[in-house]
T-cell receptor
Framework: EPEVTQTPSHQVTQMGQEVILRCVPI?????FYWYRQILGQKVEFLVS????????KSEIFDDQFSVERPDGSNFTLKIRSTKLEDSAMYFC??????????FGPGTRLTVT | RKEVEQDPGPFNVPEGATVAFNCTYS??????FFWYRQDCRKEPKLLMS???SGNEDGRFTAQLNRASQYISLLIRDSKLSDSATYLC???????????FGSGTKLNVKP
């Protein structure tokens, strides 16, 4: 069964550093998403991506965040200058036209 | 006002019990509704979409009440393996922006 994959599973970085989180969505999916979940809190929408551009973004997704689909398979989330409060689990998801989303296993980001 | 609200629980039920969760949403223009299950420190896994007419998948039944703006999930004959946090998700009239509830924790006990 096809699945979304994410790398790395855990990333530790220092405050102010840039990180890139990588995702390989399910191959025939057209919609791509990033979410974050701070420990013990709810899953929060960051951004959706369709047809090679951002279709929606949340208030959390400010200028320090960017997304790219650099080739036909990868979907990346870049955080330019990490802050302590960026520590969270970051989930990538991909979806179909029915908007059902399938999540990857997540990248745990720890900012020290 | 929160976009999506759920009772955090926990719901502690014995094996074989029937349990129901509700989830309310604030935006009457919301279009699509889903239930996910999330195990501790794992990703949300899609359990089922919720259709206007209601839908069933084995022991799980989902319903939508647009007038009162809530969705529900009924689990019959609970199994130990049903223990998890159940998240509802709603997408807005923009179709591509989703809101998740904080989840309802279910503990099924032997």
């Amino acid at each position: 069964e096809p699945e979304v994959t994410q790398t790395p599973s855990h990333q530790v970085t220092q405050m102010g550093q840039e990180v890139i989180l990588r995702c390989v969505p399910i191959s025939n999916h057209l919609y791509f998403y990033w979410y974050r979940q701070i420990l013990g809190q709810k899953v929060e929408f960051l951004v959706s991506f369709y047809n090679n551009e951002i279709s929606e973004k949340s208030e959390i997704f400010d200028d320090q965040f960017s997304v790219e689909r650099p080739d036909g398979s990868n979907f990346t989330l870049k955080i330019r200058s990490t802050k302590l409060e960026d520590s969270a689990m970051y989930f990538c998801a991909s979806g179909t036209v029915s908007y059902e989303q399938y999540f990857g296993p997540g990248t745990r980001l720890t900012v020290t | 006002r929160k976009e999506v609200e759920q009772d955090p629980g926990p719901f502690n039920v014995p094996e074989g019990a029937t349990v129901a969760f509700n989830c309310t949403y604030s935006n009457s223009a919301s279009q699509s509704f889903f239930w996910y299950r999330q195990d501790c420190r794992k990703e949300p896994k899609l359990l089922m979409s919720v259709y206007s007419s209601g839908n069933e998948d084995g022991r799980f039944t989902a319903q939508l009440n647009r007038a009162s703006q809530y969705i529900s999930l009924l689990i019959r004959d609970s199994k130990l393996s049903d223990s998890a946090t159940y998240l509802c998700a709603v997408n807005t009239h923009n179709f591509n922006k989703f809101y998740f509830g904080s989840g309802t924790k279910l503990n099924v006990k032997p």
